[in-house]
């Protein structure tokens, strides 16, 4: 006999794709909306209602359980419209990765658990509706090998059949925290690295002549309009300011990188991609300083805030400054983030996973507006096989940006595919249409 109501396992679907079908009675907030890309027709019939309905009762290929005992549904290829005639596949940009570290080379914590797999993890990307990854540098020589690994990758996809796979670009600079290795050098009879041993940071460094920079300025000078003649390389940075860890590098030279950066960005037209980290009020203050050499007509500095977890009001300061502000998992953690990323502008917007880091985890505020799991494995039981059906626990990868996405939509009573086609579109106009040359 057939059960009166379908079995909770039957429910498992794409909330998302049924909230464009069916009215829903809360309303997105105006003051986030905007037109989608594209342009679909979002009007309702009678006809997608009962598709919406039948899909109640057909069961998913396969379904996950988070860690707190919530259902989620495995998520399925976005090429698959199912029998929406109305559904098209949602398009991410991962606007903020880090594919050169070490876990996606198969260490972790300085030992070796698994193969490198970055090849399947950008196949699973692709497969999951990421179009463009933008991966970051944090040294000179970091920036140097993501350029290579960025030739190997176009190399390795114009081989493959059909040519297509998730498109990759760069950054050119130095993160905040390893200005120290780039700018300055150690003192001969350095004090304590931190506080906690009896000493004062600072006192290690001290900065390098004014000769020594500029050659430095001038490596990352030539490394930027090098990539900008393939359309590789994007941006200037990760840099900007960490207070949070000054232990590897002191405030003084921190701000040093931070200007030596802003005079690459400013020779080579290239847009920020900053960091801040407990330090938004100093790094909109170095900003404004600059401003009339970094901002275009309007006094507009094109960049992203990467990685943000301060306040609306912080937020607001930099968005003043023309700057988008870029969230991730570290982003939606606690209820002051969600709230958050509420009151922030749709408009002004960018999704990013920081892959390897930042993932979403079931303690964060966040987590409950997850829709989309992906099977994972502990790094000690992963191999290059398990890789094609499960992910590393606790690895992020671009196509988790997809939960990212599901949670602004969720904090802003938002729909997703709203959410993601508005945020892609912020990211071509802040990086010039990602197009390689």
Known sequence: VAPTHPPPHLLLLDRNRLRRLVPSPRSPDPSVRAPSVGGENDRETSAAARIARAALVRSPSSSAS??????LAVMPSPSDGGKDPSARPLKYVDAGANLLDSMYRGTYHSKRRHEPDLDIVLRRAFERGVREVISLAGT???SEDLAELIGRLDGDSAKAEGGEGVRVFGTVGVHPTRCAEAFAVRRKAAAPRNESEGGDPAAAWVPKTEQERDEMIRRLIRLCNEGKESGNVVAVGECGLDYARLQFCPKDIQHLGLRAQL???????LPLYLHNRESG?????????HRDELGDGDGNIRGIV???DESVEVAERFMSLGLYIGVNGCSLKTAENLEAVRRLPLERLVLETDCPWCDIRPSHAGAKYVRTAFPAKKEKQYNRELGREFCVKNRTEPCHVAQVAEVVAGAKGADVREVVEV??????DLFGGLEKR
């Open 66 to 71: 988070s860690a707190h005992g919530r259902a």
């Open 140 to 142: 000179a020589k970091e």
């Open 263 to 269: 005079r690459v960005a400013s020779e080579t037209n």
């Open 281 to 289: 009020a100093d790094l909109y203050d170095v900003l404004l300083e």
């Open 306 to 308: 990467h990685s943000f």
């Open 423 to 428: 945020c892609r579109r912020n990211v071509y």
